[in-house]
């Protein structure tokens, strides 16, 4: 995968990529995305099947999207951000192009190719735009970091484990019962 590619570029550099190409945009700097693997497609797939049974099942006024689904954390044209899953719970926060300030919920599939991104850069940007939970699923490890920035912790899990989340009450993702080996 080819990482940074361009200094200082905008918003506007990710709406002139030629169709079928992809890219993530990190404080002016744009990261083009590959074409992720079967693997990463059932993880997003599956867990996106347990978050919407939820939602459909409890009501509520959380939605759940899927990339590419534009994230804008901030009013600026610096960062913008394709994450995997999104739970958003504020519906004025959306519209045709996306989610315009922060998700609930963050949920990232994770590859070595994108791991230190995730993990470094994305995590202190989901945080500082005030997003309630980020979960990192680990495809290669199987495992899954589930930061809760507002009670300041981190929770691990294996794919072996039912995961919980505090947005979305009495869920718990059976990452076990998942067809994604």
């Known amino acids: 995968m080819r990482e940074a590619l361009l200094e200082m570029s905008t918003i506007e550099d990710v709406y002139a990529l030629p169709d079928g190409e992809r890219a993530e945009l990190i404080d002016g700097v744009l990261y083009m995305m590959s074409t992720p693997t079967r693997k990463h497609q059932r993880i997003i797939v599956e867990t996106l099947y347990v978050f919407n049974k939820h939602i459909k099942e409890h009501g509520g006024n959380c939605e759940v999207d899927i990339a590419p689904f534009g994230v ?3 009013d600026d044209d610096s960062t ?15 519209d045709n ?3 315009h300030g922060a998700p609930d919920l963050v949920i990232e599939v994770s590859s070595p190719s994108t791991r230190s991104r995730d993990c ?3 995590l202190r940007k989901y945080e500082a735009a005030g997003v309630r939970e980020y979960w990192i699923i680990d495809q290669e490890r199987e495992l899954i970091d589930v930061y809760r920035f507002e009670k300041e912790c981190v929770d691990k899990y294996s794919f072996n484990d039912q995961v919980p989340t505090d947005i979305l009450e009495g869920l718990s993702v059976d990452f076990s019962a998942m067809n994604i080996r």
């Not at 913008?80 to 959306?94: A, N, Q, R, S």
């Open 120 to 122: 470094l850069l994305k």
């Open 80 to 94: 913008y951000l394709e994450p995997d899953i999104i739970v958003i719970c504020d519906g004025g926060k959306l």
């Open 72 to 74: 804008y954390l901030f």
């Open 97 to 99: 192009k996306g989610c």
